[in-house]
């Protein structure tokens, strides 16, 4: 199966409101043809909103969207069908009472292809074996994936995901996320996926939009977004992080574990986000060890200095109970600092 060829996405200044309420503010969003974006932020932050508005499931109140150089939504309005836009819904929304094949089909306007088209869509998915069979009697995988192929089976341009690894678990979630990336990929399809979660959003983005309170706070990488957050709620958002309170100066933090190197332009109160994999433990020291979380491929050890509480990811064979007296080095080259405030 062939894809259409990739177009780019273009939000201006977009905003929406539910009875007078705010939903989204001012978003303004690029994305590159062939490019996948990863719509990342807490419940109610706006971003199941704005893929709507994308694929044309409802009108924005204000702003503009075009997909490639054509405007469909704005002061010019595009319906649903005519965007070439598939969308995967969280829920999947198969029809019940159609085999996989017929729901595959089912969004392909009749032609003299459409037989082929189901047949290459349901092939490129693995799917092909399975096509007379009815949802009720697929897996959580199997009807992921004849989701993930009745929106690409029309070849759209633009392909939408709505939390489309929610309702799998944690193993098949695991290993379908890995495969939808690589089909993206495969295809050069632009995609824009709405998720609360960072791995999937790390794995499956090329770049990261982090939402909160109906705006986009920061888009870049998942490098970026994790080593270089915009501000502090961005940071403890994407990732495990401890917070503790430092007096700056110099490009130098004294902090509670003692002298860190900071960007240097602060001066004064800080507070230091520290990730787990900064910070290592050496045996004997003032602080103790309050708690172990073993995950079988790290450790997760939690330890009261006194005056900070932090986490630090230790590695499998770590042997630290609670009570333990222990030192924390920081190990990284730089600290993230924010002004208090």
Known sequence: MTAAAARGVRISGLGHSYDKEPILKDVSLEVEPGESIALLGPSGCGKTTLLRLLAGLEKPSSGSIHVGETPVAGPEWVPPERRQVGMVFQDWALFPHLNVADNVGYGIAKSSSKKQQIAAALEMMELSDLSGRMPATLSGGQQQRVALARALAPRPVVLLLDEPFSNLDTNLRTEVRTEVRQLLSTLEITSIFVTHDQDEAFIVGDRVAVMRDGQIVQT????????????????????????????????????????????????????????????????????????????????????DTGNDQLRVRCGPNTNYSPGDRVTVHFIDTRALAFAKG
């Open 220 to 303: 870049a990488t998942p490098f970026d977004i994790y080593h270089n957050p915009v501000d502090r709620w961005t940071a403890e958002f994407v990732g495990t992080v401890s917070a503790i309170a430092a007096t700056a100066g110099s490009g130098v933090a004294q902090s509670s574990i003692g002298s860190l190197a900071i960007d240097s332009h602060f001066q004064g109160p800080v507070d230091l986000i520290l990730r787990p994999e900064q910070l290592t433990l050496q045996a004997g020291g003032d602080a103790e060890v309050v708690l172990v979380e073993y995950y079988g491929h790290d450790t997760l050890v939690f330890v």
